[in-house]
């Protein structure tokens, strides 16, 4: 049972551009939407996270914008680096039996060219 | 502050072999989880150990078992590896309740044959 959709799978973007990736969730208990960044060889690390008490949260060139209703999130990478060439996920997390109970999206491969 | 560590960082097997990964962290984290990561699938937790003495299964718990040797300490071990187990392993970390940042280790990537 896929209950958070990722989408796209690929993105290429210039440098400059704005990458943008969204995903959609199912189940209204989760309560905490984090990004995470994955380089090649590397483990995921958290990117940027958001409560769905607000809509907007911004950490630098960053972005996550969240629409409760729609059941919707998505992350904006401004001014798109090929530093920032990378897998994304997202994520839908919730607190069950005393564990962080996290729900991955499938992943966007971004890769940003000069 | 070494963070997640996890070892061995690649591994060969042959189909029926069994072995152990193991996984460490120096946060003193409370939860611990094992996922598994494929292509186009994302990350899928196998097993999870909320704290020290407990664990349980998560959404793919078929063909492994864990440990939880310390609080420290989380290790996924394979009986008899089957080649639908051939996927990258990360193992992750979190401190308690209300704390939801998740710290991976660097993965073991394993091919079973």
């Known amino acids: 049972q896929q209950q958070v959709k990722q989408s796209p799978q690929s993105l290429i973007v210039q440098k400059g551009g704005i990458s943008i990736i969204n995903c959609a969730y199912e189940n209204t208990a989760f309560d905490y939407f984090p990004w995470y960044q994955q380089f090649p060889g590397k483990g995921p690390a958290l990117l940027i996270a958001i409560r769905p008490d607000v809509s907007e949260k911004k950490e630098g060139r960053f972005t996550i914008s969240f629409n409760k209703s729609a059941k919707q999130f998505s992350l904006h990478i401004m001014d798109s680096q090929p530093g920032d060439s990378a897998t994304y996920f997202c994520a839908a997390s919730r607190n069950s039996g005393g564990y962080q109970k996290v729900t991955f999206g499938t992943g966007t491969k971004l890769q940003v060219i000069p | 502050n070494a963070g997640v560590t996890q070892t061995p960082k690649f591994q060969v097997l042959k189909t029926g072999q069994s072995m152990t990964l193991q996984c460490a962290q120096d946060?003193?984290?409370?939860?611990m989880y094992w996922y598994r990561q494929d292509p186009g699938m994302g990350l899928r937790l196998i097993y999870y150990s909320a704290s020290e003495g407990t664990t349980d299964k998560g959404e793919v718990p078929n063909g492994y078992n864990v440990s939880r040797l310390n609080k420290r300490e989380f290790s996924l071990r394979l009986e008899s590896a089957a080649p639908s187990q051939t996927s990258v392993y990360f193992c992750?970390?979190?401190?308690?309740?209300?704390?939801?940042?998740?710290?991976f280790g660097p993965g073991t990537r394993l091919t079973v044959l």
């Open positions: 946060m003193n984290h409370n939860s």
């Open positions: 992750a970390s979190s401190e308690a309740w209300g704390k939801n940042e998740q710290f």
